[in-house]
């Protein structure tokens, strides 16, 4: 399968669990992180810069789908 086949199939299947919790509400990153057991301080330390904290952490309206 080419690399361009391969996002294709992983845009399709974002876009139906997209759909599927469409009604569901979300959860707060805070409550995600807490439940976890990471704090910021272990993000902000973090090596790989994609589990760095959105630019919104800490924003009221910061919310994620889990």
């Known amino acids: ?3 361009a086949e391969e ?3 992983l845009l399709l299947k974002a876009a ?3 759909e ?3 009604g569901r509400p979300s959860t707060p990153m805070a409550d ?3 439940e976890l057991g990471i704090t910021d301080a272990e993000l ?3 090596e ?3 589990l760095h904290r959105p630019v ?3 924003c009221a309206d910061a919310r994620y789908v889990v």
Do not use: C, H, I, K
Request: no cysteine; charged share 30%; net charge negative.
């Open 56 to 58: 919104t952490a800490g």
């Open 44 to 46: 902000d330390a973090a």
């Open 48 to 50: 790989d810069e994609s």
């Open 7 to 9: 996002s294709y199939a």
């Open 32 to 34: 995600v992180m807490e």
């Open 16 to 18: 139906e669990r997209l």
């Open 1 to 3: 399968m080419s690399e």
């Open 20 to 22: 599927a919790n469409a």
